[in-house]
């Protein structure tokens, strides 16, 4: 039988439990077993298994070691765990090179548990194996692009144009990928339709899946070639009878930011798609940033043809789950050159997990903080507080993106959003948008906030339409990063703090966006700017949108009378005065505001307003248990003026008729009552007997009642829907369970291997 020729691998780009997998694979094909997978980690001496139809059980360690020394010293702390165990059979799989010499070693020092050498399998076997198996070296591409004869492919091609991408930089970038859905699709598409638009936010990862589908184009055979300025330089070199890729890096970056594209370039680059897409022997692979191309799109009509569905080639290189964010921050680690001390303080306490579930995760940021050069200035002790600083203000990210590279009247659309509500309807940030721009004497045209949101969407922003809300379509930020970078932007200028303060539509959420202290994710208003922001407000209160109804209006000076001081400032005493003054009759839904401000501010309204027939007026219109809140306020807050109205109205004969008309409601209704509602109104009921000094007894031993029958149907009705819900929730929380497990687990392995 013919050997297989060995393949020049280095099995040192993959990460300890992609080498395991790999030996997986390997042993089940060679040896036609089903293996057991162990997950990484402080495995008790097993990473696979197997389990033979007489019981026999076999044990396999994969260890992937740099030299014969390192391997040795690891095995010898095995032996004992091996003794334990006490297998049929122990096989080693090493990345190490053995000679004959160093197997003998390993067969006697697991004597009676390696029955023969044929079990011992080092680098050179390893490779035999790939060589019988070209499915699997496929599957494992890392390994596969890594090979000597592939890696000098790309090398020769002069990747990317760049000199400075020699062996060991590639090498090193193949290291630290983590495969993933993205690559998947991606590659899907490009195979499929022989051209691909990777687009993503800043630091997603654009450049380095674009690099990884080149080279595997390469290794096919294929020529590359870097477009760096415009399509041109492609027609130049494109061969008919040659396979080759080309690869057009931000291809709508400065040149469209700076000076729009040349004169047809967006012709002569469809044309070139075009070209592509029916020759069969090339491909071509775009980067650009989400919202560059939507600017282009707007300002370009060519690049919107449906000719060649350039939409449907946008991928989203985003979408990571927990596993995969923990694997490249892994990998990041175990490949970079930062000491071991920094390493161990992520992994000792687990604090690892803070940075892969953090909300601002980015794999730019992981990549910067696993760099030697990085980390010089911070001590091992600091540098997971550092990591999380860096992933909490990720402002470098979107600061150039913002000053430089969207519109003006996109800086604006996003600036109104990080003050309205996390998620708002899209009518109303546009109709925000409108009297900003009528402020600025209409600084932009009619089509500017339909083009600023196309150009911000999947990029700043995400639009959506909501379903429970009459299929409104709302817009909120891609990543709370976007709203913390705002927020630190907004709060160093104040001309743009009095600008939103000049041109806001909607006061609740405005005020709530702000803070004279500094809040965790509020602009910080400086003092000298604060008797400016009264002035605007207490002139525009009025005009705001969410005080035209008096419940709202009260709702939203409130707000304001606790954001300022008030004894400062006489803009506030004459607002307070004006719209408590133009309340004529109180009889309000929800009179907690009211109440609250008429206490707080007496001094100030005792002269504008009489007390006494406010809170009769209140008191007379308590008609229904909604209300009774109202009256408890008024005892609390007015003691005095309360006995006063108590001893002229028959408050009995009322409270008496609302908990009859509660007590026949709950009865007309019994079926859909909640217990825990019926339990809250009859505590309120009986603290208002109380305080009142009012007999409710009667009334209450029926509401009582009541609770005790739909307590006792509860008990024979199980809910289904409950039990469902249950077990989906258990299933969730299980599977995330076993995912932190699978994290820990691997994390382990750096404590040991680094």
């Keep these: 039988m013919e050997r297989a020729v060995l393949g020049n691998y280095d099995f040192s780009v993959l990460s300890p439990d992609e080498f395991e997998l790999l030996c997986k694979d390997l042993l089940e094909v060679e040896r036609d077993i089903k293996l057991e997978n162990f997950k990484a980690g402080k495995d008790g001496g097993i990473d696979l298994r197997y389990t033979s139809y007489k019981g026999d059980s076999v044990i396999i360690q994969c260890k992937r070691y740099a030299n014969f020394n390192s391997l040795k010293n690891n095995l010898k702390k095995e032996v004992a765990k091996v003794r334990v165990l006490s297998p049929s059979k122990y096989i080693i799989m090493t990345s190490v090179g053995l000679s004959p010499a160093n197997k003998k070693y390993i067969l006697e020092l697991f004597e009676g548990y390696i029955k023969s050498t044929s079990d011992i399998l080092g680098e050179d076997e390893l490779k035999a194996m790939l060589g019988n198996h070209k499915s699997i070296e496929r599957k494992h591409y890392k390994l596969w692009l890594s090979s000597t004869n592939i890696l000098q492919s790309i090398v020769n091609n002069n990747i990317l144009n760049r000199s400075e991408f020699t062996e060991q930089q590639i090498k090193n970038r193949i290291k630290r990928y983590v495969p993933n859905e993205s690559f998947s699709k991606a590659r899907e598409i490009l195979n499929e339709n022989s051209f691909l638009i990777l687009s993503g936010n800043p630091g997603v990862g654009k450049t380095t899946l674009a690099e990884m589908l080149s080279y595997n184009s390469i290794a096919k055979g294929y020529k590359i070639y870097e477009i760096s300025e415009n399509i041109e330089e492609a027609e130049k070199v494109f061969v008919n009878d040659e396979k080759q890729i080309f690869y057009y890096d931000d291809f709508l970056g400065r040149n469209f930011l700076e000076k729009n594209l040349t004169k047809n370039e967006d012709k002569r680059l469809l044309n070139f798609i075009n070209k592509i897409i029916i020759t069969k022997n090339k491909k071509l692979i775009m980067t650009t940033r989400e919202y560059i191309l939507r600017q282009a799109q707007q300002k370009y009509d060519l690049l919107k043809d449906k000719r060649i569905a350039l939409n449907k080639h946008i991928i989203n290189v985003e979408s990571y789950n927990k596993f995969i964010k923990a694997k490249i921050l892994y990998n990041h680690l175990f490949f970079s050159d930062i000491p071991y001390e920094y390493v161990q303080k992520l992994v000792e306490e687990k604090v690892y997990r803070s940075i892969i579930e953090h909300k601002n995760y980015n794999p730019r940021i992981i990549n910067l903080m696993t760099t030697k050069l990085m980390i010089e200035s911070i001590k091992p002790t600091d540098y997971f507080n550092e990591f999380l600083q860096k992933l909490d203000y990720p402002n470098d990210i979107w600061e150039h993106v913002f000053e430089n590279q969207i519109e003006e009247s996109s800086q604006y659309i996003v600036l109104l959003l990080m003050i309205l509500e996390e998620n708002t309807k899209l009518k109303k940030l546009e109709k925000n948008f409108n009297f900003l721009n009528k402020n600025l004497n209409n600084k932009f045209h009619n089509r500017s906030f339909k083009n600023g949101i196309k150009e911000l969407e999947k990029t700043f922003i995400i639009t959506h339409n909501n379903y429970y809300r009459n299929n409104e379509i709302y817009v909120s ?89 008030v004894e400062k400032f006489h803009e506030l005493k004459e607002l307070i005065v004006r719209v408590i003054k133009d309340i004529e009759k109180p009889c309000l839904s929800k009179t907690a505001d009211y109440l609250f401000i008429i206490k707080k501010y007496e001094h100030i309204l005792a002269s504008h307003i009489n007390y006494y027939e406010v809170l009769l007026s209140i008191v007379n219109n ?131 291997l680094l």
């Design 477 to 565: 930020f891609q990543n709370p990063s976007i709203k913390d970078f705002l927020i630190t932007y907004s709060s160093q200028d104040d001309s743009i703090i009095e600008l939103l303060w000049d041109t806001a539509l909607f006061l609740r959420p405005l005020l709530k966006s702000f803070s004279l202290t500094d809040s965790e994710r509020k602009i910080k208003v400086s003092e000298s700017l604060v008797p400016q922001l009264v002035s605007i407000v207490a002139h525009r209160f009025e005009e705001f949108d969410d005080c035209n109804e008096i419940n709202s209006k009260l709702s939203c000076l409130r707000i304001l009378l606790e954001t300022f001081a």
């Design 622 to 752: 308590v008609k229904e248990y909604k209300h009774l809140a109202d009256m408890r306020l008024i005892k609390r807050y007015f003691p005095d003026v309360f006995e006063k109205i108590k001893s002229e109205l028959d408050l009995k004969g009322t409270m008496e008729n609302i908990i009859q008309d509660t007590i026949e409601d709950t009865v007309a209704n019994e079926e859909y009552i909640n217990e825990e509602d019926l339990s809250e109104v009859i505590n309120t009921f009986s603290n208002v007997s109380d305080d009142l000094g009012i007999d409710l007894v009667s009334y209450l031993n029926q509401l009582e009642e009541l609770l005790s029958e739909i307590e006792g149907l509860r008990n024979y009705e199980p809910d289904d829907d409950y039990i469902d819900d249950r077990a989906d929730t258990y299933l969730e929380e299980e599977y995330e369970r076993k995912e932190d497990q699978e994290i820990d687990m691997l994390f382990d392995t750096l404590d040991t």
